[in-house]
């Protein structure tokens, strides 16, 4: 395999962008904060439609969506991109990329599944489409502006107080460059993507040994309660792995990652009653823009950190950011919300 | 005799209302109207629930209902300021200005556009149709799509709710209105094509005005129109070009497909403000985006902004009447600050 | 789940034609399901569901949703809408055939 083939083309500039089912309900804040940075920092144009809707990725990989139809809506995603006149696709969620990337290719070998996709989609909504010159993932587009964003960064990943590189876990999503290594950046072997982004914001990356292992999202595991147990194992799998380095953040490019690399901390907490940093506030999990949104500057709770379960203080405080501890649950209208219940192990 | 100059914005039933009460009281009143003739909606209707009058007689009478006015047609105003000295400017869209001493705004609503809920079909297959479409069929200006009038058991749907109560559009309000025209022009078309049979997809029927619910009734045990509750999931075209529904019979508990060849969409109402009125008179909206007067219950005309009122629909759904009520009591509430 | 094609074949025209004429308040049914709430025989018996099912074309589910009726008549007290539950019934349970002929059960 050549070298060029852990390269990928990254489109500069005039992006249609499609959003995260997941990121949206959970996170809403990274989306904001990524369209934030592209349009007002780098001056880029993204443009939206309101009427794109979910990929079906979800259905589809557990066997509620039927392959027929994922591709017939994959179409009217393009279609809507097409309509407005963009032709790099800009796609929020790990899970859609690897659905548009697996759509694309399934039609580059088989063009009459792409001949009668084309007609489902006249037929059920008379739109057409032209295919995407360009299909990025929203860590490519970071990836590939980092060192800009470096230079008008206001904070870097470095402590404080010692001058010491904090030490930055990354985790790429599986459908993000293991369905096809050549579309993600280093693909699945070397996965450079947010690596470089985090040593280039002033923190060091480890390679620690399970780096390349899910993080126990994998649709199957944990929709079906009865092995959702498979979820959280992976998940442990990861974090003893890279507990021996003491990580101050995992970045994650994927929303189910950040989800659950977030999520089953807690819930391993109550299980084992342990967390996997010395302080007891667990390790704080970023998306590669909630992280680019850090060091530029923008209030934590306006990213909506405040939103995650291992909640950010910690790095935060290493960082030296200055923020408001009294903001975190106060509403844009100035309401002050009820703080949530807090566990007892795993420390806020 | 007063000298006071009133503004009346939209010539609607709330417009006309308000017009007919303040010319009546020798107010000098211009009326300014973004079509080309008084009456609003009431010209995109044929007939009006629940006694099946014309609603162009009924846009004549309220007009006829007013004297000397200064009727500017067609004529969207381009934004409308408030002077220290508390007199409007009102700005025309040729550059033109005109000064009053009070204004009415009666600016009513937006009619839903069902091509946002793209998974009914409307914009794509010639045989969806909404509410506002089908008028224009009943009155004879629209023809009726050609191989409709050839078949010999039509079957239509009624699709109730379309942008109203729905998250998903935005539009989480009760267009109220909706639900009595799916009954009158389920009607219609019975009376029109006497073999069809006409099923209504509703989430609650809210037959709150006099003569609706007994329309309701009869339209179920004279004209025989069968009412599914159950929201329309989904239209699709068959190979025969008739119209595929999905639905689900919540009163069954039961999943639902069936084939029909007209389909009317029941479309809402939405708030359609002007910018101006947000922004420069500093007019306040409640959650569905409709004017909000001072309160909802005694001061819904008035507004916090003195000499500024509020009439009609842009404050919320309403029917003909309720609108026309409406434009009277504003002018009512003025005169009444006029002379204290 | 069984998907059901809604025909409108059956529903509102032949069979419950035939039952209209026999018992012409059933129209005024609006599904409260006050019927149901007060019956003294079974939790399963509901003259609501049975002129629902009727309006559906289902003739014999809606035979089935009166099985058990006592016909003790408490659903006529509390109808709302004047219906004639008992009338219902009846005409049910002496229901039309497919070629719209009234036989006994």
């Known amino acids: 395999m050549k070298w060029t083939s852990y390269e990928k083309e990254i489109a500069a500039d005039d992006f249609f962008y499609v959003r995260s089912c997941i990121r949206q309900t959970f996170f809403p804040g990274a989306e904001n904060v990524l369209l934030n940075i592209l349009r007002e920092r780098l001056k880029l144009t993204v443009v939206e439609d309101a009427r794109h809707t979910s990929c079906t990725g979800i259905g589809y990989h557990t066997d509620i969506v039927p392959l027929e139809t994922i591709m017939t809506v994959v179409a009217r995603q393009m279609a809507l991109m097409t309509e407005s006149g963009f032709k790099n696709l800009l796609v929020s969620c790990v899970t859609s990329f690897g659905i548009y990337n697996e759509v694309l290719h399934l039609w580059d070998d088989h063009p009459e599944l792409e001949t009668k996709v084309r007609e489902h989609l006249w037929r059920a909504t008379r739109r057409e489409f032209v295919k995407p010159a360009n299909v990025a993932h929203a860590s490519d587009v970071i990836y590939k502006y980092r060192r800009e964003i470096a230079q008008m960064a206001q904070y870097k990943l ?15 999503g599986c459908h993000y460059a ?7 950046i280093g693909g699945a072997e070397f996965p450079r993507v947010l690596s470089d982004v985090v040593t280039e914001f002033g923190a060091s990356s480890v390679d620690y040994p399970e780096r390349r292992h899910c993080c126990g999202f994998g649709f ?12 959280v194992s992976n998940s442990k799998i990861k974090f003893e792995s890279m507990a021996p380095y003491q990580p101050d953040f995992i970045v994650a490019n994927c929303p189910g990652c950040a989800m659950f690399l977030d999520r089953w901390q807690y819930t391993l907490s109550e299980m084992e009653g342990k967390t996997y940093d010395a302080a007891g506030r667990g390790i704080p999990v970023l998306s590669h823009e909630e ?26 405080e290493k960082m030296g950011v200055v923020f408001d501890p009294g903001g975190k649950f106060r509403t844009r209208g100035g309401r002050q919300l009820p703080r949530p219940q807090e566990p007892d192990i795993l420390l806020v | 005799m007063h000298t006071k100059k009133i503004a009346v914005i939209g010539a609607g039933p709330a417009g006309l209302g308000a017009a007919s009460v303040l010319s009546r009281n020798g107010l000098r009143v211009s009326v300014f109207h973004r079509e080309a003739a008084a009456g609003g909606h009431l010209n995109d209707w044929a007939w009006l629930f629940p006694r099946f009058v014309p609603a162009r007689d009924v846009a004549v009478s309220m007009a006829a209902e007013t004297r000397q006015v200064d009727f500017h047609p067609g ?20 550059g033109q200005t005109e000064v009053a001493d009070a204004l009415v705004y009666a600016g009513g609503f937006r009619v839903f556009d069902a091509s946002r809920k793209e998974e009914l079909g409307y914009g794509i297959y010639p045989r969806v149709v909404t509410s506002a479409d089908l008028e224009k069929m009943l009155a004879g200006e629209v023809p009726f799509p050609v191989e409709l009038l050839q078949q010999q058991a039509l079957r239509i749907g009624v699709v109730h709710c379309v ?21 009158k022009q389920s009607i219609e078309l019975r009376k029109r094509f006497p073999n069809s049979r006409v099923t209504a997809f509703y989430m609650d029927m809210r037959m709150f005005g006099n003569g609706y619910e007994e ?21 699709a075209e068959s190979d025969e070009g008739r119209l595929r529904v999905k639905a689900e019979d919540t009163l069954l508990g039961r999943p639902i497909r069936d084939e029909f060849d007209l389909l009317v969409l029941m479309v809402g109402m939405e708030a359609d403000l002007p910018k101006w009125l947000i922004e420069d008179l500093g007019v306040k909206q409640i959650d569905a985006g409709f004017a909000r007067g001072n309160d909802e219950l005694v001061a819904s005309n008035r507004t916090p902004t003195r000499g500024l009122y509020l009439a009609g629909s842009c404050k919320g759904p309403l029917s003909v009447a309720e609108a026309w009520n409406d434009g009277q009591a504003a002018a009512q509430q003025l005169l009444l600050d006029l002379n204290r | 789940m069984q998907v059901r094609d809604l025909s ?12 209209k004429a026999i018992e012409p308040s059933l129209v005024n049914c609006i599904t409260c399901g006050g019927c149901a709430a007060a019956c003294a025989a079974s939790a399963n018996v509901s003259v609501a569901k049975a002129i629902l099912l009727l309006r559906r074309g289902l003739l014999a589910d809606a035979r089935a949703a009166l099985e058990g009726c006592l016909f003790c008549g408490k659903c006529r007290f509390v109808c709302p809408m004047g219906v004639n539950t008992r009338g219902v019934i009846a005409a049910l349970t002496f229901s039309p055939d497919s070629s719209g002929n009234i036989l006994h059960q």
């Open chain 1, 178 to 184: 293991k369905i096809f290594p050549v579309k993600g």
């Open chain 1, 158 to 172: 470095v402590n404080a107080q010692t001058g010491e590189p904090l030490k930055g876990v990354d985790h790429i």
């Open chain 1, 291 to 316: 992280l680019a949104g850090l060091v530029l500057g923008y209030d934590p709770w306006e990213i909506g950190l405040q939103m995650h379960q291992v909640q950010p203080e910690s790095l935060l």
């Open chain 2, 75 to 94: 004529c969207h105003i381009a934004g409308v300021s408030r002077h220290a000295n508390g007199q409007f400017k009102i700005v025309m869209p040729d």
């Open chain 1, 220 to 231: 199957r595991q944990y929709i079906l309660k009865e092995t959702r147990g498979y979820s």
């Open chain 2, 215 to 235: 329309l309701y009734l009869e339209a179920q045990r004279d004209w025989q129109v069968l009412f599914v509750r159950g929201r329309v999931s989904e239209v």
């Open chain 2, 163 to 183: 942008g109203s109560r729905d998250e998903k559009s935005g539009n989480r309000h009760c267009s109220r209105m909706c639900c009595v025209t799916g009954v």
């Open chain 3, 8 to 19: 409108m074949a059956g529903a509102w025209g032949d069979s419950v034609d035939v039952l």
